[in-house]
Nanobody, 117 residues
Framework: QVQLVESGGGLVQPGGSLRLSCAAS????????MGWYRQAPGKQRELVAK???????TYANSMKGRFSISRDSAKNSVYLQMNTLKPDDTAVYYC???????????WGQGTQVTVSS
């Protein structure tokens, strides 16, 4: 089992920045990929960015150039730096840990990000 705890959400004005953090605990040796997803009201959950344990990153097209995912292996943590935030970025952001074999996903409780003036 893997436990994920997110932090760092909040209210920010358009054009502002936020940094989300996700700390993993438990059977972390089994994790292959960690990432961030988001879900806005009335919409499906979507990928924001993900990073493999080897450091390869993937971003959703709308986040490229504005968001940056990173990890700290020593702290078993992954981060999402969000810049130039827009009202459309308003959503609950979820941390995800993925195991490849067998396929299994773990989710954090989510952290609210609201972009509004």
């Amino acid at each position: 089992q893997v436990q994920l705890v997110e932090s760092g959400g909040g209210l920010v004005q358009p054009g502002g920045s936020l940094r989300l953090s996700c700390a993993a605990s438990g059977s972390i040796f089994s994790i292959n990929i960690m990432g961030w997803y988001r879900q806005a009201p009335g919409k499906q959950r979507e990928l924001v960015a993900k990073i493999t344990m080897g450091g390869t990153t993937t971003y959703a097209n709308s986040m490229k150039g504005r968001f940056s995912i990173s990890r700290d292996s020593a702290k078993n943590s992954v981060y999402l730096q969000m810049n130039t935030l827009k009202p459309d970025d308003t959503a609950v952001y979820y941390c995800n840990a993925h195991e490849l074999d067998p396929p299994r996903d773990y989710w954090g409780q989510g952290t609210q990000v609201t972009v509004s003036s």
